[in-house]
């Protein structure tokens, strides 16, 4: 099975979108452009994958219409005989993304996955089952860009488990869907995990660690100054479409680093260097990470806070810090350093760190988290929740 | 941020001129029918009748809207320009136009959107003059004489006869 250019892989996730398409007045006529048709042939009847009415898909998708495509791929093609499934995504998803109290449950590959992610996945898998059930022992493609990224991400590692066919899988700007287990898993059953971001889009940020992703960044665009209008697809603020299609192969773009594995420790003299941009967001999370590590705090803050949602793992944090804080000098001052640099990266270079005392650990966490959610989804607001204890 | 609050301006289709005919005759008095939609929501239409020659015209259609505001939506608007004749319809043009402003490439396509119904409907790419890695494509039952490439991918193959 050979991997799809970057070019067909994100003309497949735009046209994805296309299954919003259709009305009881005016049916779809399935055309992809030829970028796509040169490779995969689609059936005006048949390619469309639709979900089942009064299902969390329906809700969330908003759709009667369709959530994506499959196509079979062309014998004069690239991919003759396999099968592509293309998932969408939707304005819908901003609720999911930035919902604090939402916790993990169990996902397709028995390991913790996003509930919010997993539930609107669980409507639309009958109908990939019904599929996968008529393929045979096809390759799979799977293709999605932002919530069709995470669940194609969901539906490459339930189609492998279940199936156990060979399956790749292709995302752009496509939220993190589990924890670690879950990504180290998705990661070695796939033959192939192919995810590509614009360094800009805050979207592939969220939800904040301990949700990681799975597979390598293939980095399209490395402005680092994070904006919501980078998540887009068309148009040139870059643009998915635009930057991926600069690529002939995935080999060709710049890899991310691994963030998770790296040292990383934070002079507080040096705070004001921080501020709001895709850059800083990850040598924060690595710094906090280290920390957690170090001090062998890291098992228990993942036990005590991960179920219950990333609001309460944050407080689970907080209260780490302080005791990170008070092992030796050393600890208390990369805590302090930590703590300086957040506060900077969300905009209040104002607050001073003396000590580091649960209540201001919490805030410029719940700061921080609050900074990133804003620019997910403009509207939601956690302000009221740093208040509660 | 602020962003949704934010109007934007938005180009969905140029000016259409054209002539109609059936078999190299003007076809006079058909009602010609454009149907617009702009991320996948915001639908638009209008319509104009041909003049005795075979001509007709319909305006640029550009409007204000708050959704290019949402980083979520998707925003290309599609493009559906049809004739009724004798009980059949048929496509003068479809595409999906990507963006917010007008590109000049789609300006010449639709300036002379000139087609005969014995034409058979094609699909063509044409060339993109800011990004050469983006075609554009649309499909059709007219045809022009520059930029004009039509593709057929049509293979004899039921692939989805088993599913």
């Known amino acids: 099975m050979k991997t799809l250019s970057p070019r067909v892989a994100v003309q497949l996730a735009e046209f994805a979108y296309e299954s919003l398409g259709g009305t009881a007045q005016r049916p779809m006529v399935i055309e992809p452009n030829r970028v796509i048709s040169q490779h995969f042939a689609f059936d005006s009847q048949k390619s469309s994958l639709v979900g089942v009415t009064g299902t969390v898909a329906e809700h969330v998708l908003k759709h009667s219409t369709g959530f994506g495509f499959f196509g079979i791929g062309r014998n004069e093609g690239d991919h ?75 539906a490459a590692s339930w189609i492998k488990e279940k199936y156990k066919i060979p399956v790749k899988l292709y995302t752009f700007g496509s939220p993190r869907v589990g924890h670690s287990p879950f990504a180290v898993q998705a990661e070695t059953s796939l033959n192939g995990v192919y995810r590509a971001v614009n360094r800009s889009d805050p979207v592939p940020m969220v939800p904040v660690w301990p949700f990681v992703h799975a597979g390598n960044e293939y980095r399209l665009s490395t402005s680092v100054s994070l904006t919501g209008a980078a998540h887009k697809m068309l ?14 192969d995935y080999t060709s773009m710049e890899k991310g680093s691994l963030v998770n594995f790296s040292i990383t420790r934070l002079k507080y003299v040096n705070r004001h260097h921080a501020y709001f941009n895709a850059f800083w967001a990850e040598r924060i999370t690595s710094a906090l990470l280290t920390l957690l590590r170090e001090s062998g705090k890291i098992s228990s803050v993942l036990a005590q806070g991960a179920i219950s949602g990333t609001l309460t793992l944050y407080d689970v944090i907080a209260r780490a810090l302080v005791e990170i804080s008070e092992i030796s000098s050393e600890y208390a001052e990369d805590s302090k350093g930590l703590i300086g640099h957040i506060l900077n990266f969300v905009g209040k270079p104002g607050v001073k760190v003396v000590d580091v005392t649960y209540r201001l650990a919490k805030d410029a966490l719940y700061w921080m988290l609050e900074k990133l959610n804003k620019l997910v989804k403009s509207a939601i607001t956690i302000a009221p929740y740093i208040g509660m204890s | 941020m602020f962003g949704l609050f934010k109007t934007y301006d938005v ?136 930029d004009f490439e039509v593709y057929q991918i049509n293979d004899d193959t039921d692939y989805f006869k088993d599913l």
Not at chain 2, 52 to 73: A, T, W
Request: charged share 20%; hydrophobic share 35%; with cysteine.
């Open chain 1, 80 to 154: 003759a005989g396999e099968v592509v499934i293309a998932i969408r995504g939707t304005a819908g998803i901003a609720d999911t993304l930035t919902d604090l109290h939402c916790g993990l449950t169990v996902g397709p590959n028995n390991k913790a996955v996003h509930a919010g992610f997993n539930r609107t996945f669980d409507s639309i898998k009958p109908q990939l089952a019904v599929l996968l059930s008529k393929i045979g022992s096809r390759p799979v493609h799977c293709v999605g860009h932002s919530l069709g990224g995470a669940l194609a991400t969901l």
């Open chain 2, 11 to 146: 180009h969905m289709c140029s000016e259409v001129k054209g002539v109609l005919t059936l078999d190299g005759s003007p076809l006079g008095g058909i009602v010609v029918n454009r149907y617009l939609k702009f991320a996948y929501k915001l639908e638009k239409e209008d319509q104009t009748i041909t003049n005795q020659d075979g001509s007709f015209y319909l305006p640029e259609v550009k409007i204000q809207s708050k959704i290019p505001g949402d980083m979520f939506s998707q925003e290309s608007t599609f493009q559906l320009i049809t004739v009724n004749y004798s009980d059949k319809s048929y496509e003068l043009w479809r595409s999906k136009f990507p963006g917010l402003v007008e590109l000049s490439e789609y300006k010449k396509k639709l300036s002379c959107l000139n087609g005969d119904l014995s034409s058979e409907k094609v699909n063509f790419a044409f060339q993109n003059d800011t990004d050469e890695n983006l075609e554009f494509s649309a499909s059709s039952i007219c045809r022009w004489e520059n």
């Open chain 1, 235 to 248: 148009g040139d603020s870059p643009g998915y479409i635009k930057t991926a299609s600069l690529y002939p």
